[in-house]
């Protein structure tokens, strides 16, 4: 006789089994994306490095130039570079899978608005690289240089202002990320807009504050990420009450619906 105390437990690790191989196909799909970017790009490393330090290059005084305090980095900086380039410039390949995985456990109204959601999360994400490379870059280098002592030149390594750079990139990239993270509160209902407004005053300090943590010690770049952090959860806010109100309307027109269609079918009845 076949034992069947066992099968409950099988028919629940099925599931688990096909969603940890899909988890691991989409996976390969990601890292195969992103190798190929990288090959694409790796012989242009160099041409992509010198473009990354522009903004600081433009500003040094005249016979100074930046320096390589390792033997390495002539070669591993611009490696570095590029492979986080790849992972940048695959971040829509990464975000459409991601969304292939989870997308069969979502409702069609959340489909809808998830759709929309991961289209803008991609392009405020390189708004915010772009805000941070053209505009941030050029003032608190342009700070750094002019504020050190007349004897001392400024020749920068380039592993430390990779790292340096790469850190703005990425803390700007999620800040602009912020209107996306104040519509899903609204969203999800564990926040209201009124109720993110009235927190303003402490949301304010908490973006010095952020932009203190994640910037360099002064208040140049500290102001440049604080006050787009601000701005953009105010978007947040203004977006959620949109997103409140349409969906208001469409529950009143939903109700109006199944008002008339339960007279209709009442008339209906007492004609027969």
């Not at 190929?36 to 790009?41: E, N, P, Q, Y």
């Not at 750094?144 to 750079?165: A, Q, R």
Request: proline share 6%.
């Amino acid at each position: 006789m076949t034992d069947t105390n066992h099968l409950p437990d099988q028919d629940q690790e099925q599931p688990l089994i096909s969603h940890l191989l899909e988890l691991r196909q989409r996976l390969m799909r990601v890292l195969l994306v992103v190798l190929l970017i990288f090959l694409a790009m790796f012989y242009f490393a160099n041409d992509l490095y010198t473009y990354l330090s522009a903004p600081l290059t433009a500003l040094l005084p005249e016979g100074t130039s930046m320096i390589a305090t390792d033997v390495t980095s002539p070669f591993f900086a611009p490696f570095k570079l590029t492979l986080v380039a790849s992972i940048f410039l695959a971040m829509p390949v990464i975000l459409h899978q991601i969304w292939g995985f989870i997308a069969p456990g979502l409702y069609q109204n959340e489909k809808r608005l998830a759709v929309p959601l991961l289209v803008s999360s991609v392009f405020l994400f390189y708004a915010g690289i772009a805000f941070a490379y053209y505009v941030v870059f050029p003032l608190i280098f342009g700070f750094f240089t002019s504020v050190g002592p007349e004897n001392v030149d400024v020749m920068t390594d380039i592993s430390s202002y990779l790292n340096f750079v790469l850190k703005l990139f990425f803390a700007f990239g999620i800040v602009f990320e912020i209107p996306i993270a104040t519509l899903l509160l609204i969203w999800t209902g564990v926040s209201t807009p009124n109720s993110l407004a009235e927190k303003r005053a402490y949301v304010v300090v908490g973006c010095f504050v952020l932009g203190m943590l994640l910037t360099p010690p002064d208040i140049i770049s500290q102001s440049l990420l604080a006050v787009p952090m601000w701005l953009l959860f105010e978007l947040g806010i203004l977006m959620g009450r949109i997103l409140v109100k349409k969906n208001k309307d469409e529950d009143d027109d939903e109700f109006d619906e199944e008002f008339e269609d339960a007279m209709h079918e009442e008339e209906t009845n007492h004609r027969d």
